[in-house]
């Protein structure tokens, strides 16, 4: 690894760049910020080794963009574009993010906002299902959210106007963008054309032992496990085969990206996690601020205690089988197969397969049922409610729903009938102390409570 090269002085710096383009794959001029990019072009012929080794992953970088060009091993159903609200993207989004990309593509230096709109709609109605009607709101604003992906990456740049008068009233808001070619370019690079492929499983890692055939080279079996831990918030050994399980083990397999990225690897028998204190590698943090991700550990306590009770013998159940197969197969449902060259396409992926490891039993957790959380959760309120966000304090339900979704995120519980599973990693947040802070209400801004909650 060129990392071991590199002097302690400029290690941190090094270790920023590489946490830096792990965590958004394309860095611009621009995005995240503007000083991303010519850190990475510092250290670029380090990292450029350094993540082959590690990972299998490619990075190139020119004057203007930085592009990781990573490895799937499988899909993730948490993953994806968000909105600037941190809301995810629905099918009608992607299909205009799609169409928009192609557009700019063929477009010159600049373009309006309702020229793009015009030609991503002229493409839309030639694609069954998908319709851009700009005298519908809720196009309008859909279309916006795309453009605004787009936006943030320095793909389009605005010259002038302003997006959100030609959300309120195409007729008489327009806005003028500025159009960066190498970084439209950049954005969409799949490994494969998308007219080749009949299953999405086409874009995965090709020899990644889902299809039964057992992976002879163990350093392709190291890259794989570090893939999923810097893809992952934990993973867990009995998600993984035998070889990967034995890769995992091995103290080797993380040191390597513990000296890249300057993440800690945090061992348990059921699996690893790497732990960023610094905030900067991860997508979502946790714990974190605001009302769900503190009630989410709130719940991650009561949750600790609830199954750790010796007067209690909740009932235990494996895990789920993975979403994943019903993820491929919703994604196959969707591949216009009228465009797919057929004497092109190969037949691998042709369909899903199961991913769980057979060579053991496979391992039960303590299930928490909905309504012990529902229960739960209106005491939470109840003792805690008047530092909550209004939004959350007369919705107890809604509350419930996403500090769960969230926990699911984090991988600390499984979703099942009936309930949750607690999943290992959810017992590092055991012992959960909450301390309410009193604040002067001439202080505290307009709107707000004059209370917050502190939780450690």
Known sequence: MRARRISPLDRDSYQRAARLILSHHLVTAQYPDRAALPLLRRWATELR???????????????????????????????????????????????????????????????????????????????????????????????????????????????????????????????????????????????????HLRSVRGLLAAGDGRDGDRIADTAEVARRVRRALVQRPVVYAEELDDDARLQLALPRTTAGIELLTGLVAERRAEGVALVDSSGRMSDLRFPGVGTVPQVALLLAGEICARVS???????????????????????????????????LAGDAGAGPADTTPAQQPAPTHPLVEDSWLAETAAKLVDEFGRTFAAQWQADPAGLLEAAVTLLQRQRLVARVPGGVLALPALARFRGVVVTVRERDPRLAPAGEDSNEAEMS
């Open 49 to 195: 080794e350094d993540l082959l080794e590690l990972f299998g992953y490619r990075l190139e970088v020119t004057e203007t963009t930085a592009r990781l060009f990573t490895v799937a091993d499988r899909l993730d159903p948490g993953g994806g574009a968000r909105t600037v609200t941190d809301r995810p993207f629905d099918r009608r989004r992607y299909a205009y993010l799609a169409l928009a990309l192609a557009a700019l593509g063929r477009a010159g230096g600049q373009i309006t906002l309702s020229e793009l709109a015009e030609q991503v709609a002229s493409e839309a109605g030639q694609v069954p299902g998908v319709e851009l009607a700009t005298e519908r709101a809720t196009d309008r604003d859909a279309f916006v959210d795309a453009v605004a992906w787009l936006a943030a990456r320095g793909a389009i740049t605005l010259a002038d106007g302003d997006a959100g008068g030609w959300v309120s009233d195409p007729d008489r808001g327009e806005a003028l963008y500025d159009i960066d070619r190498p970084v439209v370019a950049a954005l969409f690079r799949p490994p494969r054309a998308l007219q």
């Open 309 to 343: 009770d010796p007067e209690s013998v909740p009932v235990r159940l494996p895990r789920p089988a993975d979403a994943e197969a019903e993820l491929e197969a919703g994604l196959d449902a969707a591949i216009p197969a009228a465009g797919v060259f057929a004497s």
